[in-house]
């Protein structure tokens, strides 16, 4: 069995994410355009909206870093397999965070609408700010990495090191657009040069001797 279809779908993966969360930041702009209460924003149909999209979004940004990392894995050597980590890591915790504010968020409105209204504190905000934390790092690091292995274009790993660096405001739009629009210009580019053989080969390698 070859991985070369998986990383080739992991271009489609980052394009659709890159898709997703864009929109999601400008239905964020509309949403957060009000002077309703907290309680009762997450509630209305672009709220909910935006936070459903940026969890498909980033569903699809998990799947897509792998295929993204594959591709350069050989050429990006510790560096890479770091932000990586990092990027997975960070990503995943954050992607917990928009699944709590689209499913749960919208029910403690409906029974508890005091716990919206007071600022976070304690370990919500510490929980917060590490997954925030190490989504921005791990971002910045994987863009630096692609950087220097000269795999995607160069000028999307400054693009994606920018938006890495963005991404700790990463839960007020715009702020994720940068980053979206850097792994967008990755997947478009596996899509269309999707030469993956020494990637392919390099995975197949460590998954023998695994075995």
């Known amino acids: 069995m070859t991985l070369e279809p998986l990383i080739r779908r992991a271009g489609l993966a ?3 994410a890159a898709v997703l969360i864009i929109i999601s930041q400008f239905v964020g702009l509309i949403a957060y355009t009000t002077d309703l209460s907290m309680s009762e924003l997450v509630k209305t149909a672009p709220a909910m909206l935006y936070n459903i999209l940026k969890l498909a979004g980033f569903v699809m940004l998990l799947l897509g ?3 993204l990392y594959a591709r350069q894995s050989a050429a990006g050597g510790i560096l890479g397999s770091i932000g990586f980590l990092v990027a997975f890591s960070g990503t995943a915790l954050v992607t917990g965070d928009w699944w709590f504010e689209a499913f749960v968020v919208p029910w403690l409105a409906d ?12 370990t919500l905000i510490a929980g917060g700010m590490t997954g925030f934390a190490l989504f921005a790092l791990g971002w910045v690091l994987f863009g630096i990495a692609s950087f220097r292995a000269r795999v995607f274009p160069r000028w999307a790993s400054i693009v994606l090191i920018i938006g890495g660096l963005l991404g700790y405001q990463a839960g007020f739009p715009p702020f994720l657009i940068v980053l979206a629009l850097g792994v967008g210009w990755m997947g478009y580019w596996l899509q269309k040069h999707g030469e993956v053989k020494e990637s392919v080969e390099t995975i197949e390698m460590l998954l023998e001797i695994e075995r």
């Open 14 to 16: 980052s394009l659709v």
């Open 65 to 67: 870093l792998v295929g």
């Open 111 to 122: 029974v508890a609408p005091r716990a919206l209204e007071v600022p976070p504190s304690g």
